[in-house]
């Protein structure tokens, strides 16, 4: 489910030939959209790397995998280091065993921070270089939550930075169509209180506000896991949702419970919702958004992550026939913007010089504008221009990122699976049938009890 909006576009500069400028790069140094300024400045002063290599591992394949050598050409150009990618469909099982071995590659790009956790545990990474941290705190919306979750504690107990965070993607977003708001005199919400109260509007227009869809298969219910997530994230504190996830709160906390309620106010509520409250378990989450698409429409708004227009019907185009907008903050709780959503982070497996000057250019803005620039890539990085993106939807994205407050991961990702992937899902299937939201966190938290 975790996939970043528009990955399936064509990359353009790379599937069309290469075109890279000056025979190598993707984009030639001086021209586009692209802070050149600073690269400049970094590869005046980058040591001399020649005869030295840096190797990369990570589940990047086409053409994610063409657009990230694209990135490293770069560096490679400034240091004369040979900068090799190798993507892999069995990266996470890979990377143990070599790093067992002793034939780690010297970065390994973690697709969620649970496992590089583990390896850090158990001594098989090192530490990201001196600066980091204050450099990502600094530079990144919501860099102190980008720390947080790139600090994991070394086979010593002791906590340090081992993961940059680099391609990143978003959940907090509601579809619509901005026609259908235009028509009817509905305006983008701006908080959480406006949303509840277009809401009740729209119903009591005679219209329905929203699709929702649960069904998934063997998956059905992860959908909600998600709503109840980013409303946790808007009703309590951070540190009260890491609780959460880690179980130090239990399940059933009344606070818990709550935003499982506030869940059900948008989903159980049959004015509210396509088809009724008892239609939601059933509809498939593919199938629930093009209710935004029928006429007459069946929904004036779907919440759901960046990659949903993969469901759109064929010829849906951004900004015309479909826009977002950020799931909003209560204005009344004091909590800032958060943002719920994953990414990927890269770690240092097998040290080297030449590995930290190339977590060095890792954060210059060039090194995420190239990617932005071909594909489906996302940066809460404060410097890089807006304009390098490749889309409207993709730059619109990363202003939410650069504008969160507090970034968290999705919660059922970091619990155990036979929670998060588990009791979560079909409780969130009990609950939406009308189960009280107690008894279901109840339930929830004694299946996570006996997996302890």
Not at 247 to 268: K, L, Q, S, T
Not at 337 to 359: H, Q
Request: hydrophobic share 40%; with cysteine.
């Amino acid at each position: 489910m975790k996939k970043t909006m528009f990955t399936s576009v064509a990359v353009a500069a790379l599937s069309a030939g290469a075109a890279f400028a000056d025979g190598h790069l993707a984009f030639a140094p001086g021209e586009g959209p692209f802070s050149w300024d600073s690269y400049n400045a970094w590869a005046e002063n980058a040591p001399d790397l020649s005869g030295q290599r840096v190797t990369i591992t990570g589940p990047w394949l086409q053409p994610e995998d063409g657009v990230f050598r694209s990135v490293i050409a770069y560096f490679a150009e400034a240091t004369g280091a040979e900068a090799i990618y190798t993507g892999s469909d069995s990266f996470e099982q890979q990377i143990v065993v070599d790093a067992e071995a002793g034939a780690a590659p010297n970065v390994a790009v973690f697709p969620q921070p649970g496992l590089a956790a583990d390896m850090a545990a158990r001594g098989l990474l090192s530490p990201l270089p001196d600066g980091m941290g204050e450099f990502v705190a600094n530079n990144y919306g919501a860099g102190e939550s980008w720390v947080d979750l790139g600090t994991f504690a070394d086979k010593d107990g002791n906590d340090e930075l081992f993961g940059f965070f680099y391609n990143v993607n978003v959940k907090s977003l509601v579809w619509f169509v901005p026609e259908n708001f235009e028509d009817a005199g509905y305006e983008v919400p701006e908080t959480m209180e406006d949303l509840r109260a277009l809401t009740e509007q729209i119903a009591a227009d005679g219209e329905t506000p929203w699709c929702i869809g649960l069904g998934s298969g063997a998956a059905t219910g992860w959908p909600a896991t998600d709503w109840v997530e980013d409303l946790m994230l808007r009703t309590q504190p951070a540190d009260v949702y890491d609780a959460w996830t880690s179980n130090e709160m239990p399940f059933d906390d009344p606070r818990v419970i709550a935003a499982i309620e506030e869940f059900g106010w948008f989903a159980r509520n049959d004015d509210f919702v396509s088809g009724g409250a008892g239609a939601v378990a059933s509809t498939d989450f593919r199938d629930s958004p093009k209710g935004l698409f029928s006429s007459p429409q069946q929904c004036y708004m779907h919440r759901q992550a960046s990659f949903v227009p993969a469901f759109f019907p064929e010829g849906i185009e951004f900004g015309e026939d479909v826009d977002f907008f950020y799931f909003p903050s209560y204005a009344s709780k004091d909590l800032g913007n958060p943002v719920l959503g994953g990414g990927t982070l890269l770690s240092i497996t097998d040290p080297s010089d030449a590995t930290s000057e190339l977590m060095k250019f890792l954060q210059l803005p060039l090194a995420h504008e190239v990617f932005m620039a071909q594909s489906g890539f996302l940066t809460p990085h404060k410097g890089v221009n807006l304009e390098a993106y490749l889309n409207d939807a993709l730059r619109g994205q990363g202003e939410i990122l650069i504008n969160a407050t507090t970034f968290r991961f999705d919660g059922s990702d970091l619990m155990p699976g036979g929670v998060g992937a588990g009791t979560f899902w079909t409780g969130m299937v009990d609950y939406t049938g009308g189960k009280d939201a107690g008894e279901v966190a109840s339930e929830i938290q004694s299946s996570w009890d006996a997996l302890k």
